[in-house]
């Protein structure tokens, strides 16, 4: 992915003392007096109002404010980030929280559990839909193999079929 050339002139740039991404609170004020005085400031946070960035201080304002902002301008509305305590906010925010951290450990030890069971020939058992059934915020559609995560029901709507040990 090619970043944005105004980033080469940014004046955090480099700044791996501060944590623009997620700033503990004591640290949002040296981020934006770095802002403040940054000749990228405008382009900055033009760029994180058009892709609706939730995360971090760009162009000196914080999420809330560039929501504000958004609101007023006709922005996109910035996205919604995931909680604490969720590998999602780990893996894909990077955020090393105690939570955060133990949720990621927690899913990866499931995943490495899932994989040894695959290769011994005991994979857990994959289910053909006879209904669409909602998976969080989407469907997966009548006909289609889901196989059932430790800790998570079996869809009513499902029927039990052969192990899928050919999925990868
Ligand atoms: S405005 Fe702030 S976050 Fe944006 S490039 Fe400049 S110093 Fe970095
Ligand atoms: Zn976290």
């Not at 944590?19 to 949002?28: H, M, R, S």
């Not at 980030?81 to 990621?104: D, E, I, L």
């Not at 209904?131 to 006909?143: H, I, K, Q, S, Y």
Request: hydrophobic share 40%.
């Amino acid at each position: 992915m090619r970043l944005p050339e105004w980033r080469s002139r940014a004046a955090c740039r480099g700044r791996l003392d501060l944590d623009f991404i997620d700033p503990a609170d004591e640290q949002v004020d040296r981020c934006r007096a770095i802002c403040a005085e940054c000749p990228v400031r405008e382009l900055c946070l033009a760029d994180a109002l058009a892709s609706g960035e939730a995360w971090g201080i760009w162009g000196g304002l914080d999420a809330d404010e560039r929501a504000k902002v958004a609101e007023q301008d006709g922005h996109p509305a910035p996205a919604v980030r995931p909680a604490h305590g969720t590998n999602a906010r780990y893996a894909k925010h990077r955020c090393r929280c105690k939570a955060c951290t133990a949720a990621h450990a927690e899913y990866e030890r499931e995943r490495r559990a899932r994989l040894r069971a695959r290769r011994r020939g005991t994979a857990p058992r994959a289910y053909v839909l006879v209904e669409p059934v909602r998976c969080g915020r989407t469907w997966a559609g009548a006909g289609q193999y889901v196989i059932a995560l430790p800790g998570l029901p079996v869809p009513a709507e499902a029927e039990p079929d052969e192990p899928l040990a050919a999925v990868a």
